[in-house]
């Protein structure tokens, strides 16, 4: 009796678990490479090899009153804008210029690249790629890479989620896999030591969730990513970062107790899509403030010779109420992917702990002195 019990337990269980993921996936394009015939490899599957560009002016959340699918004079609106603002940044400053007000370094930047400045004005649009065409999934021009919930929005977090976000010592960011915000520099103790920076600004993990999974575009620059597949592995190479990930093919998943950065990825075949499966993520990471228990499902289908479709599913019920998913179009190019030195330049990291020192010495001299 007792056995049988734990049969229809675990077959409720595993009912639960199967319902609660595809309900995400609903939203998802259904047989989204129908009608193409893909160049295949040697092992009969098709063949992703190539270079890709992930960069889209679509944004991973729908905005406010925005719907799923926007029309051509909507999209063709927000091509212009960003094009325009590429001009304007493109044109010369002029050399005798007034230097800016203290902390607002960035008056003269576009406000969607001011996250990745400073306040300092370090970067301005030349030195920027964040894309110039909204995606287009199924022929649909999309307003948001979130497609469920239907209204392109992360899902509320549940209680313990929400309590282990309070927890951190930043707020996630909402568009990135960072678990501290370089803007809060006057936090108690941001600057204590280098481990409590975020991923990227220490070279560990490339800006937002480019290296993912999920693989999502980082609105910033550096956005190619490359797939060189064998029929036992798939490594997929993110230019920022040059972050690496192994997808092992038809393998088990590592022990529960094992943690990457990325997690442990282990794919398969489903007709010409390959699913990749991922658990096993570290403490560090926090996509959107997940947990361990992050779980990700993606799918990759060619569905044309110049394009792939990306597709993904997120579950973590320790963090969100219900999964949620996402799909855009990774473009095939013909671009090259650069060297990303982050470590061998990264003297920003002792600059910025120095002149913390600094403030800190200057602080406790103004309290003695008065």
Known sequence: MRNKSLVFASVFALAALLLWTSGAAAQLTQNPGKGYNPPRTADGHPDLNGTYDLATITQLIRPNGAKRVLTDEEAA???????????????????????????????????????????TGGYNTFWIDPGSKVTVVNGEKRSSIIVDPPDGKVPPMT????????????????????????????????????EIRPLSERCILGFGSTSGPPM????????????????????????????????????QHLPKDIHLWMGDSVGHWEGDTLVVDTTNFNDKTRFFGSSVDLHVIERFTRTGPKSLLYQFTVEDPTTWTKPWSGEFTWPVTDGHIYEYACHE???????????????????????TTN
């Open 345 to 367: 330049g990264n003297y920003a990291m002792t600059d910025i702990l120095r002149g913390a020192r600094q403030r800190e010495k200057e602080e406790s001299t103004a309290k």
């Open 216 to 251: 999502l575009p980082d609105y910033f620059y550096n956005n190619l990513h490359q797939i060189v597949q064998t029929p036992n592995s798939i490594m997929i190479l993110s230019e920022m970062v040059h972050d690496a990930r192994i997808v092992r093919m038809n393998a």
């Open 77 to 119: 609106k927000m091509e212009a804008q960003m094009a325009k603002e590429r001009q304007d940044g493109d044109a010369p400053l002029a050399p005798d210029r007034a230097a800016p007000p203290k902390g607002n370094g960035d008056q003269d930047i576009p406000v969607r690249y001011r996250p990745a400045t400073g306040g």
């Open 159 to 194: 209680e313990a989620g929400s309590h282990r976000g309070s927890a951190l010592r930043y707020q996630p960011r909402s568009d990135a896999r960072e678990n501290s915000d370089p803007a809060l520099d006057r936090a108690p103790g941001a600057f204590d030591n280098p």
